[in-house]
Each structure stands twice: as C-alpha cells, then as structure tokens.
C-alpha cells in the first residue's frame, strides 16, 4: 500500500475520518437532493486552515483522536496525532494522511470538534478531496453532543460523506438514531454523474440541517 492522502479546505463543523458534536432531537426523514447556496452571510464558523506547511490546524476547534483497536469497523489503522498523518499544507488545505508503517502497521489521523465546536441546524459542508485505493474509507460526519452520556446511537449521528475505495464513483450519506442505526440506517447514494472517481478532484459535500429533516 502506498501513502494515500484526503485534502481538506473550508471544512465547517467537523472532520474527514473524525466526529463532531451535533444534538439530534428528532427522528429525521433523509432527503437525496442537491442542497441551495447558503445565502451571503449566513456562515456561523469556519475553517480555511491557514497556517505553515506542516503545522497542526487550530488547536482552539480541533482535537487529534488518538486510538488502536478497530473503532468498532474493524479498522486496520492506528490514529495518532502525528504531523505525518495530519498536517496543514501551506495552500489552506488539512491534509490527512494514511500511510503503512516499516512494521507492517497501518497509521492515519482522525480529527473532531467535539467539545469545542457545536452546531445545531443549519448548512454543514467542507470541500474535499478523497483519496483513493482499496481499502481506503474516507468519511465527513457528526455525533451528538451527547454522545458521552447517552452512547451510540442514542447519540444520533449524520455521515455527510462517506466513500469506500472500491466504489470510487459513490459516495453515501446516512443518518442514524435509536431504532434506525448500523445497517437500519436511513441511507442514500450519489453516483458520479461522469462516472468518474471522486479522488480526482475537490468536491463539496454538504447537509442542509432543520428540525425533522436532513438534506
């Protein structure tokens, strides 16, 4: 397996393989749609990440979540906190980085706001580039704020992007809660509409969030 990096830029409320705080109150209905523009001036938070190559994003909004042992996917890779899986580039982008270790281990980096940053409704989005190979299981989503409390998936939970490296022209979206989690999710797919791999390029992956839906 060679090094395989996602790129990150104008990334609002949460992570690429990582988790945010949300609060879901409501059992929402999954819409496939495309999401409107936000209208000038509505953007609440925002990250460009700005900063030197190689330096860690704002340590105010981000936290590295550092762990081995799977995180209940069965995950191969450890996650650390080093600036080889997780670093700024210098050209306002947080790249993360998967690489295989001289051992034979695998490393990567997941970053989340919890804590620190907290939406409730709204428009979430970040424009992305995946990386690509088989394997690879990138991912933009939210947990409940209260995740700590209540555990999974009282929590609820929105994947606003998911892609698996061997389908390289789809990408998911689920939303999950008590009575519609893991499999039961409520789920949706967009396909490519050229056929082409979402790795090639920066796209944007967003959710419109109100109360009892998620588009």
Not at 185 to 200: I, K
Request: net charge negative; aromatic share 10%; charged share 15%.
């Amino acid at each position: 397996m060679t090094n395989t990096s996602s790129r990150t830029r104008r990334l609002v409320a949460l992570t690429v393989a990582g988790a945010a705080a949300l609060a879901l109150g409501v059992t929402p209905a999954l819409q496939a749609a495309s999401p409107a523009s936000a209208a000038a001036g509505d953007v609440v938070w925002s990250q460009d990440f700005d900063g030197p190559a190689g330096s860690a994003p704002d340590r105010s909004a981000w936290t590295n979540e550092t762990g081995v042992g799977g995180w209940g996917n069965n995950e191969l890779e450890n996650y650390t906190d080093s600036r080889d899986n997780s670093a700024l580039d210098g050209q306002g982008n947080l790249v993360i980085t998967a690489k295989r270790e001289s051992d034979g281990s695998y490393t990567s980096a997941r970053l989340t706001t919890q804590g620190k940053y907290t939406p409730q409704y709204g428009r979430v989005e970040a424009r992305i580039q995946i990386p690509r190979g088989q394997g690879i299981w990138p991912a933009f989503w939210m947990l409940g704020a209260d995740l700590p409390q209540v555990g999974w998936p009282n929590s609820g939970e929105v994947d606003v992007m998911e892609n698996v490296g061997y389908e390289p022209a789809t990408v998911h979206g689920t939303v999950h809660g008590p009575g519609y989690s893991g499999g039961a999710g409520l789920t949706s797919s967009y396909q490519h509409p050229q056929g082409w791999s979402f790795a090639d390029t920066f796209h944007t992956f967003a959710v419109d969030w109100k109360p009892g839906s998620v588009t």
